[in-house]
């Protein structure tokens, strides 16, 4: 990729999800909601299923906006890296509206989010803290509320560029992050220090706003880039399986 591409606005009512299981055998198993990356689809991290404990169940969610060159976003950028606050809003009580409707389903929620699909996980746990068992990002951030989300034009991800979003703007009050700090939910925030994509300031914002709010573990891993390591898949496992009981 070498520029970010507007996407079509053909988003289904509900998403397309990628299962682990039929729905006849997903009874009493725990719910894992998987968050592909910007430009990407429901089959980018489903390579990753074998490693994860078999307790779960895997629902690897399309994004609903299609991209040009293919692909999809969870909301869409302009050429100049901008994204509307308001489509970052759209998307995530889109997604959260989904999510809802399978919880009852399944022993427990988490929820797993690569890059651009780790802002929209920790924007859920940051709507509805107790909904959820765990979350793991991996190569990602949280969205600052003062700033709009977008993506690095060379390669598929997501980094945060600053918006005209202010404390009166569409993500303010969007978050409950006092009920997150009550909480104190687990997560899992895997990266590499060389990740070429997510931006020092948005690394800095996500690891301040998790210091504060959430029961953090974080692990640093050399040479994965924008990626994930099989090491880093093999603690995602563990933390997995030791959190959801």
């Given amino acids: 990729m070498t520029e970010p591409q507007n996407p079509s606005y053909a988003a289904p009512t509900e998403p397309f999800v990628r299962w682990s299981r039929p729905e006849a055998e997903r009874a009493g198993t725990h719910l894992l909601v998987v968050l592909h990356g910007y430009g990407a689809d429901e089959n980018d991290l489903f390579g990753i299923v074998p490693e994860l404990p078999e307790k779960f169940t895997i629902a690897s969610v399309r994004a609903p906006l299609a991209m040009d060159h293919g692909g999809y976003t969870w909301f869409p950028l302009t050429n100049s890296l901008q994204s509307s606050?308001?489509?970052?809003?759209?998307?995530?009580?889109?997604?959260?509206?989904?999510?809802?409707?399978?919880?009852?389903?399944?022993?427990?929620?988490?929820?797993?989010?690569?890059?651009?699909?780790?802002a929209m996980?920790?924007?859920?746990?940051?709507r509805e803290p107790e909904a959820y068992a765990c979350v793991?990002?991996?190569?990602?951030?949280a969205v600052d509320p003062?700033?709009?989300?977008g993506a690095q034009a060379t390669q598929p991800g997501a980094g945060v560029v600053p918006s005209e979003v202010s404390g009166t703007?569409?993500?303010?009050?969007?978050?409950?992050?006092?009920?997150?700090?009550?909480?104190?939910?687990?997560?899992?925030?895997?990266?590499d220090q060389a990740d070429p994509v997510i931006t020092q300031d948005k690394v800095e914002y996500t690891h301040a706003w998790m210091n504060e709010h959430?029961?953090?573990?974080?692990?640093?891993?050399a040479g994965i880039g924008h990626g994930i390591g099989p090491q880093e898949l093999r603690h995602v496992g563990e933390f997995l399986d030791y959190t959801v009981k």
């Fill in 85 to 118: 606050p308001l489509a970052v809003r759209a998307a995530v009580e889109d997604l959260q509206a989904w999510v809802a409707t399978q919880r009852s389903h399944f022993a427990s929620t988490s929820l797993l989010g690569f890059s651009m699909g780790m």
């Fill in 121 to 126: 996980a920790t924007s859920l746990l940051r």
């Fill in 136 to 141: 793991v990002g991996l190569s990602g951030f």
């Fill in 146 to 149: 003062a700033m709009a989300p």
């Fill in 169 to 191: 703007g569409p993500l303010a009050g969007f978050f409950d992050d006092e009920a997150v700090k009550a909480a104190k939910p687990k997560v899992f925030w895997g990266r």
């Fill in 214 to 221: 959430v029961d953090m573990t974080k692990v640093l891993y």
